[in-house]
């Protein structure tokens, strides 16, 4: 039955990593700030703003440097930088990253395939990351993708989700955010994985990065609150299809988690009538419409 | 999957309302054999109740002219129920003419949306509710009661939960043998469908009481589910998520029935629903209708091919 929910929930904004890396028009580097800048202005606490990956794998991150440059940092406020590996992590430093992220996964397959590698490779080299994070200083926040299905795999064993989440916190990430990388989670198998996740990992050091590719992510997400998870990902505007369903959502849209999160008195600090004017921005410098039904609902204001 | 350990119904009914309350929500009009063909392939579902059509005036609804023809037109699966909307006494009437078995009516917890909707008080509606259901009880016909507005009105905004209660508990002491809350503009969330609920079952047995979450504002399944976590066991919902919402242009308005049932299975909660052929049946609507389907599950396992 539904317990207590927190009274406080951290939102980390994925829109400008996440959710742009997904679409299919390349973003001007002045529009990236310009978004970053804005959600800044939202009460958001924590904004993923890039990816120091090669621009061979990902155009749409090419102008990292740039955008972590040009963007106005605001106090308060992290910027955490994806850093696949230690090449990118010192580039990541040498632009001046204060926050980095590493990306796992808890499918062999879905590894193989997107960087060619095993996990258990996958891991050295977050190690190596890992070592360099903690000299210079610089928190790291782990990713595991494919925790309730995987596109190549299909099912996903709780166990082995546990097992990649509690080697990347010993490893020393202070954050295991859990992804429904295609959306096919149910409140269901969230609950279940997230029964066996907490015991390895602390839930305090949870969060969940739910994709609404089947709309099941805020009922996932409400659900992850009810177990003690206190911290969300979610993307401005829906921002970021699904690569492996054309056509198809992704992540779930900051301003409809927030308008939950507000219905429930939920604390977030984010002012939702910003985040949708932010939202609105980036829909018409894409050209596109928004994945917020919050928004689209407002539309007629 | 245990429903039980988590504290969930291991059954949940769905009602599809999609044929009329999704239809009478779409702009473009459909053609009779259209609509009885999207009721057939539905009847085929496993669905244990379709909402058929509304014994309104074609005046106010002119989706629903046909109603008469629809009735009489569709078949009638056995284990199926077929309930119509009879805002009336005369409507009452014309839709048992016309072979109706089951009926439901339309009550709301806001005054200023009754005085627009259907031009009278709460207080008159439900005078002219217990014609009709005076009538069906000695004919033997059984009434669904809907409040709409539970969680927020469009013209009154926040909706007290004693007031939800207050008609709720009229609708179900004049004979209805379900009450449907329906939250019509799709502004609620789980923090507001809990406290509405509370208040409901203080006057209503749990067994009798079904949510209508609109998902205006992307919130219905989380409503649905913390719904179902009070114990309540009966949804509905549109095939493809049918119907806009008339108070918010451009926005949506009833839930999909593909992704509540996709929710359902993966809770391992029984509905006795195929979703695939519910996805049929969206497919073939929206095709009709020259639409995207509103349903996420829909659209992703069209895009995967992994019907």
Request: hydrophobic share 40%; net charge neutral.
């Amino acid at each position: 039955a539904s317990g207590a929910y927190p009274k406080r929930v951290k939102v980390v904004e994925v829109g400008p990593r996440d959710g742009l890396q997904n679409e299919k028009n390349l973003v001007p580097t002045p529009v990236k700030i310009n978004l970053i800048n804005m959600l800044s202005e939202t009460g958001l606490q924590v904004i993923e703003a890039t990816s120091f990956v090669s621009p061979k794998w990902v155009p749409q991150m090419a102008d990292h440097t740039e955008v972590l440059q040009g963007i106005k940092k605001s106090p308060g406020i992290s910027y955490p930088v994806l850093t696949p590996n230690l090449r990118g992590f010192q580039a990541a430093v040498a632009a001046g990253a204060k926050e980095v992220s590493i990306f796992g996964a808890a499918s062999e397959l879905f590894t193989q395939k997107n960087i060619n590698c095993s996990i258990e490779e996958s891991l050295e080299r977050f190690e190596e990351v890992m070592r360099a994070a903690k000299e210079a200083s610089i928190p790291v926040r782990g990713y595991v993708s494919c925790v309730l299905g995987c596109p190549y795999e299909g099912k996903i064993s709780a166990a082995k989700v546990a097992e990649v989440s509690k080697k990347m916190y010993s490893m020393g990430c202070y954050e295991i955010s859990l992804g429904d990388t295609i959306g096919v989670g149910t409140p269901g198998s969230m609950r279940e994985m997230l029964a066996v996740v907490m015991k390895e990992v602390p839930v305090g050091a949870l969060a969940v990065h739910c994709h609404d590719t089947y709309g099941q992510a805020l009922a996932n997400i409400l659900v992850a609150l009810q177990m003690g998870v206190s911290v969300v990902d979610a993307s401005v505007a829906g921002l970021g299809g699904c690569p492996y369903a054309q056509g198809a959502s992704g992540n779930v849209a900051t301003e409809d988690l927030v308008y939950m999160l507000n219905g429930l008195g939920i604390h977030t600090g984010v002012d939702l009538q910003k985040l949708m004017d932010t939202g609105t921005f980036i829909c018409n410098a894409l050209n596109r419409k928004t994945n917020s039904k919050v928004s689209q609902a407002s539309c007629r204001l | 999957q245990e429903p039980q350990a988590s504290g969930l119904p291991e059954y949940i009914k769905i009602v599809e309302v999609g044929p009329r309350d999704g239809l009478q929500n779409e702009k473009v009009i459909v053609p009779t054999d259209i609509k009885i063909e999207l009721i057939n392939q539905l009847s085929k579902t496993g669905l244990p109740a379709i909402e058929v059509t509304s014994f309104v005036s074609s005046k106010w609804v002119p989706q629903m002219a046909d109603h008469k023809e629809v009735m009489r037109g569709i078949e009638r699966h056995p284990g199926v129920q077929y309930p119509v909307l009879t805002p009336n006494l005369q409507g009452f009437h014309s839709a048992i003419a016309a072979g109706a078995t089951e009926v439901s009516v339309f009550g709301t917890a806001s005054e200023s949306f009754s005085k627009m909707n259907i031009n009278c008080s709460i207080e008159e509606s439900i005078e002219r509710f217990e014609e009709v259901t005076k009538s069906a009880r000695s004919m033997n016909i059984p009434v669904r009661g809907y409040v709409s507005c539970a969680l927020g009105c469009p013209y009154e905004g926040n909706v007290v939960p004693d007031k939800v209660a207050e008609v709720s508990k009229r609708l179900y002491s004049m004979g209805c043998y379900e009450i449907s809350l329906g939250d019509t503009i799709g502004v609620g969330t789980p923090g507001s469908m809990k406290k509405m609920l509370e208040a409901v079952m203080k006057e209503i047995p749990l067994s009798a009481l079904a949510v209508h979450c609109h998902d205006t504002y992307g919130q219905a399944l989380a409503n649905i589910l913390t719904a179902m976590q009070m114990g309540v066991s009966v949804v509905d919902s549109s095939v493809a998520g049918l119907g806009g919402c008339p108070y918010a242009k451009g926005a949506t308005g009833n839930v999909a029935t593909e992704d509540v049932i996709y929710m359902l299975n993966g809770l391992g909660i029984n509905t006795g629903v195929n979703l695939c052929a519910v996805m049929e049946a969206g497919n073939f609507i929206c095709t009709a209708l020259n639409k995207k389907t509103n349903s996420k599950v829909a659209q992703a396992s069209f895009s995967t091919g992994t019907i």
